[in-house]
């Protein structure tokens, strides 16, 4: 069993960027793919981006491609959410999870992570 802790999230303006980090406490780190997924205010939450054990494979939200870059430190066991030229939608509760799912085609679907942390909140201004 893994539990997820995130942090660095804050405030910032538009453009300018962020990095969050998701440390997983465990010992069996490398089993599992870790992703971020994110909620706005009356909104549904959705997927961000996900990497997989190896940090070999990476997966993202469409609209997040070219300014998040997702990353992980095994050593660490800690994964890293890159955020550049933020936007005022990007403003998000941002949860870090963990799935052992073999099935890398569903890792944007939240319901195959099986472990959640308490999420970072990220606030862009214009």
């Known amino acids: 069993q893994v539990q997820p802790v995130e942090s660095g999230g804050g405030l910032v303006q538009a453009g300018e960027s962020l990095r969050l980090s998701c440390t997983v ?3 069996t780190f490398m089993d599992y793919a870790l992703g971020w997924f994110r909620q706005a205010p ?3 939450r959705e997927f961000v981006a996900a990497v997989y054990w190896n940090g070999l ?3 993202y939200k469409e609209s997040v491609k070219g300014r998040f870059t997702i990353s992980r430190d095994n ?3 800690t994964v ?3 955020m550049s030229s933020l936007k005022p939608e990007d403003t998000a509760l941002y949860t870090c999870a963990a799935t ?3 099935n890398w085609w569903r890792i944007s679907t939240w319901g195959v992570y099986t472990n959640w942390g308490q999420g970072t909140q990220v606030t862009v201004s214009s």
């Open 25 to 27: 406490s465990g010992r």
């Open 42 to 44: 009356g909104k549904e």
């Open 57 to 59: 494979l990476t997966n």
């Open 75 to 77: 050593a660490k066991n």
């Open 80 to 82: 890293y959410l890159q």
């Open 100 to 102: 052992r799912t073999g």
